[in-house]
């Protein structure tokens, strides 16, 4: 189906602002970084309580605390990653007087970003093997070669970044692995709950690019596991 001009400049510059909104959201300061993920946060319950609403009708209430680890959850755990972001990479001791950083959210942010774009272009040259009916555009060689270029990408650039040399290449992989991992696991998810509500987007707050959990499906499964890990091994 074409798309016309004015269809793309209208995606083109919201995804625009999008950048920007998330940008300033995460390196302004802590403030402003808790206020961006409070309100995807409700962004999401409300989108989240809309599509259980149309998979369960009259009973879509009793789901509803399942929002609690979907989003609330991950959220709360991102938040703590940006606000104690020095303390968890050790900057701490190394005289930073500060305890927010937007290095963590950002890698896991970055991770998944490059997990999806690169799964997306591996995909689309050789892809040919279906990776789950869930979502059929998916290939197995696209979800691999996202995977394995996402761990490069991060063991590459990770260690490059000031904050970021307090954190080994190794470690930075094991951070890419479970962003990607995860990431697509929470891909998986929303398209299964949108498949369930027969829509095919969760909302309209980005025009041509779909509601809060489009955006952040991914992130609300990637994030608690990458906490685990930060939390009990970095």
């Avoid at 991950?74 to 950083?101: F, K």
Wanted: glycine share 8%.
């Amino acid at each position: 189906m074409a798309i016309n001009k004015e269809t793309l400049r209208t995606r083109a510059l919201t995804a625009l602002i999008f950048v920007l909104v998330m940008f300033a959201g995460l390196f302004i300061n802590e403030y402003s970084f808790i206020a961006l993920f409070s309100i995807v946060m409700f962004g999401c319950l409300y989108e989240f309580s809309k599509i259980v609403k149309l998979i369960n009708g009259k009973k879509y209430f009793l789901y509803l605390p399942l929002a609690f680890l979907y989003i609330i959850l991950p959220i709360i755990l991102l938040i703590d990653l940006g606000v104690n972001g020095n303390y968890y990479t050790h900057q701490i001791a190394s005289g930073n007087t500060s305890r927010y950083s937007s290095l963590l959210p950002c890698a896991i942010i970055f991770s998944i970003w490059i997990n999806d774009t690169m799964a997306y272009l591996v995909g689309s040259v050789i892809g040919k093997t279906p990776f789950s009916k869930i979502s059929p555009k998916k290939t197995w060689e696209g979800t691999i070669g996202g995977l394995l270029l996402c761990i490069i990408s991060m063991a590459l650039l990770g260690p490059l970044i000031g904050a970021g040399k307090t954190i080994s290449w190794q470690q930075w992989t094991v951070i890419a692995a479970i962003c990607a991992f995860f990431g697509t696991a929470g891909d998986l998810l929303e398209s299964k709950l949108k498949r369930l509500a027969y829509i095919k987007d969760s909302g309209t707050f980005m025009p041509g690019h779909g509601g809060f959990l489009d955006r952040f499906d991914s992130l609300l499964i990637a994030t608690p596991m990458v906490w685990i890990y930060i939390k009990w091994f970095l």
